[in-house]
């Protein structure tokens, strides 16, 4: 916290000195610079620590100070700082204002100067976690983070109490990696929810949390998650390198992280997967992944992400085997559809004609006769309007969104054929190709996907399947170079591990995956002792 | 360090059968068969067996300098001036050798799919291609190898069995008609065309991250593309018989224009010529990456990125300007380029390697 303060308060001096008459403007509203109460000791006396607190709270209509007489050393006065809607109002006047101005008198309980502060933070206040400082900077972060300061006459420590407690959205199943089974919870935009929700899935003392504060004026709290042990040492010092790296006024979603802590940032490809399942989290720690949560998004990071990974969804885990891979095979099969489907078609239709079975282009030919456009711009024409469509359904509100799919199944799909401006087979190709991007189970992907579409069908109607094998040659070399936090992108295809292929090629049973991805948890791979293939138990002990 | 990547021994395997397949998928069986005949399938068994032995020599040279490119070692062996000269031969040759690939590709694609296209275009597309991958190094480059090859051995294999319905054995027959002597001409083909060549890999295996398995990798890789190559011959001699084969400038697409299956799969050779792309990119590759490496050890630069831009406008032109036409490119590859290849396909190394035991150099004596 301290260090992060202080990188603020240095960058907004740089700022200072380049003004000094704005300084001076402003100093009625703000007296001190958080410079200064970052060293300032609190004070003796209480009516200079308000006078502190005023100067650089007093002016928010939220921020409530309550002054009252604790019923300890002579009556001393006190005063509790809170920012109204942060805390909850019940356990301050319970436990900390009446102990402390009834409790303690009734108990009898008095003290000398000496011990007041003893007195108080192990006899009076009854809240859970109390945390003492000597310093107003410290003070000042914790009301702003949802604890109560209390400050008391004749005393150089304030006392911040967590009494943290706001409006929180409750735990729903994320709407975008929804699954049929599998468990329904997601997280939500409180950390500490999100933290607990690992845990719960994870009860072992090697989970790590640890803490980084980002954003000058966000203060945002970064979590990063993983299992000591299972995580490469080198890999979490390496996130947490990067994540303090960043400096920046605010960070407001988990992908303002990611585009600091990529590998390569002019990349296509998302290099780090996102979701809003702890059970994804959990299975990727399990792996040797790091997960970074960030608060005020229920958006968790999880890196190291190589490719393979965007194609797995959980459901696949929780399927029988058999299924799940098929189903990864047409995911697979969808994936490159996605990408080239529609720049096979420019390209075989405009330049290898005679790819073609000979029935089908003919009647392939029937129904293009009448359009007056190439193969390309009619494929763009499709394209675009679809994009179009997809992105007004996503935007419209719930009742309109259905006008306009009615408009887009009837009057792109029917009407623009009788028109002739584009041909059946086109609408078709498009369909399948949108139904293909749909399948992948990571969003991200699917994007760049949708992305690279469009030079590829260009490359295809300029130079045919030459031009689209450049462009497949482009990626590829592309992706080989690609790292996701050091590990190769493509990892487990190429470089190939054997080993991989389990989770790869097919889904195999649970008892039969004993290791981690090689390159992701390459000290401690082995994550189940050997031979436990399930049988029928041997009948009567007889052989055979 | 010019290079910080590693590769494994595996990967090497597979560039070499890559590098193999490179540009002979297409032209090899006419050239063998225009010496060899109905025999071409013999012929391609013997420069197997006789291809491992170049392999093995230059590889045997690498072995006893491991972590050293040929340039590097050159020096050592032959002295400053000789061995900067034996350097030069093979970074030329490899520049020569991209070029000539350059150029294939480019009456290829002119002949067959691009036909309205100037040359020039589809040769630039894949030098950017090529340069783009090797300026990510040799890393990479074993990367994306690995990513297509797979693909490629599989359509090769379903290319072979679609061909079946084809195949008459009597085309082969009958053997050895015209002595020895055709089919031994024929094997020195494959010789000098593709297995002289792999001489290039003397610039890869350095980086290999087990300098000890570098020649049972390379000698793998030769045997597996090899094998490969021959059932290639085998096919078209088997679908086409002799005669057509050698007319034919490249007769494997047409094996694969007569593959036709219940009137769906027609006229595939357009998967022919993609794969041909691939591998056709891996060859260059190699090819480049040796040239602006060798270029940059022999200039003693610290890294060969800078190089690559000019070394793919060198190349280009290069391959632009190397033929006139088409006849001249057959005569320079059945006539010159064996004896030439052969210099530092095997002369070279062959020299090196004796002069190198007799100078007792190198950190490791090589068995025998």
Known sequence: ?544 | MMENGKISSKQVTWMMISFLLGSSILLIPSAVASSAKQDAWVSMLISIVAGQAVIYNFASLSMMFPGKTFVQYSREILGKYLGMLAGLIMTWFSLHLGSLVVRNFGDFLSATVLQHTPMIVPDSIIVILVAMGTRMGVEVLARVNKLIIPFMILLILIIFALGIPEMEFKRILPVMENGVRPVIAGSLVVIGFPYAETVLFTMIIPFLNSPGKGRKALVTGGLAGGALLFFIVLRTLLVLGPATTVRLWFPVLETVRMIDIFNIIQRIESIVIIAWIFLGFMKISVCFYSFVLGLAQLLNLKDYRPLVLPAGVLMLALSQLVYENYVEETYFASQIWFPYAMVPGLILPLTMLAVAVIRGLGGKKTEK
């Open chain 1, 1 to 544: 916290m301290s260090r992060l303060v202080k990188k603020y308060m240095r960058k907004r001096n740089r700022g200072k000195k380049d003004s000094p008459k704005e300084n001076e403007k402003a100093g009625n509203r703000q007296a001190y610079e958080m410079e200064e109460l970052e060293k300032m000791p609190v004070s003796d006396r209480l009516a200079e620590n308000l006078d502190i607190l005023k100067g650089v709270l007093g002016h928010n209509s939220d921020v409530v100070f309550r002054t009252f007489r604790i019923g300890l050393a002579d009556r001393a006065e006190a005063v509790v700082v809170y920012v109204d809607g942060m805390i909850e109002k019940k356990i301050i006047s319970a436990e900390i204002i009446k102990p402390l101005m009834l409790e303690s008198r009734m108990a009898g309980m008095d003290c000398q100067k000496e011990q007041l502060l003893d007195l108080v933070e192990n006899s009076g206040i009854t809240a859970s976690e109390v945390k003492s400082t000597a310093f107003m900077g410290d003070v000042i972060a914790g009301v702003l983070y949802g604890d109560a300061a209390l400050l008391i006459d004749g005393l150089g420590t304030g006392l911040a109490i967590d009494v943290k407690g706001w409006q929180t959205r409750s735990i729903e199943e994320p709407p975008s990696e929804v699954l049929v089974r599998g468990p329904r919870e997601g997280f939500t935009e409180t950390l500490r929810t999100n933290i607990t929700l690992i845990r719960r899935k994870l009860r072992s003392p090697d989970l790590f949390f640890r803490d980084i504060q980002v954003g000058r004026k966000t203060n945002t709290s970064v979590t990063i998650a993983y299992i000591n042990g299972l995580a490469d040492s080198s890999l979490v010092a390496e996130v947490i390198s990067r994540i303090s790296r960043i400096d920046i006024d605010g960070i407001l979603e988990s992908s303002y992280l990611e585009e600091f802590i990529e590998d390569s940032p002019y990349s296509p490809f998302p290099q780090i997967l996102h979701t809003e399942r702890p059970d994804k989290v959990a299975a990727a720690l399990l792996e040797g992944r790091v997960a970074i949560l960030t608060d005020g998004t229920p958006v968790a990071l999880v890196a190291p992400a190589p490719f393979i990974t965007f194609m797995q969804s959980p459901e696949d885990y929780y399927e029988r085997y058999f299924l799940s891979t098929a189903i990864r095979w047409v995911r697979y099969t969808a994936f490159v559809i996605s990408l080239v489907l529609p720049s096979l078609y420019i390209a075989i239709t405009t330049f290898h004609q005679e790819m073609i079975p000979t029935r089908l282009l003919i009647s392939l030919a029937a129904a293009r006769e009448g359009v007056p456009f190439p193969a390309l711009v009619e494929a763009l024409l499709m394209e675009f309007t679809f994009e179009a469509l997809r992105e007004a359904g996503i935007r419209l509100p719930r009742a309109v969104g259905q006008a306009v799919s009615i408009v887009g199944a009837l009057v792109i799909g029917q009407a623009a054929i009788q028109a002739n401006i584009v041909s059946p087979l086109m609408v078709i190709v498009v369909a399948v190709t949108g139904i293909a991007s749909f399948m992948n189970p990571a969003f991200n992907i699917a994007l760049t996907m949708r992305l690279l579409r469009f030079p590829m069908m260009l490359l295809a109607g300029t130079l045919g399947l030459f031009g689209v094998m450049t462009g497949i040659l482009a990626i590829l070399i592309h992706l080989a170079g690609l790292r996701s936090f050091g590990v190769p992108y493509m990892d487990s295809i190429s470089p190939f591990h054997p080993g991989d292929m389990k989770d790869v090629a097919i889904r195999a049973p649970w008892w039969a995956m004993d290791r981690r991805p090689a390159d992701i948890s390459s000290k401690n791979r082995r994550r189940q002792s050997s031979g436990l293939k399930p049988a029928p138990p041997d009948p009567g002990g007889n052989k055979g």
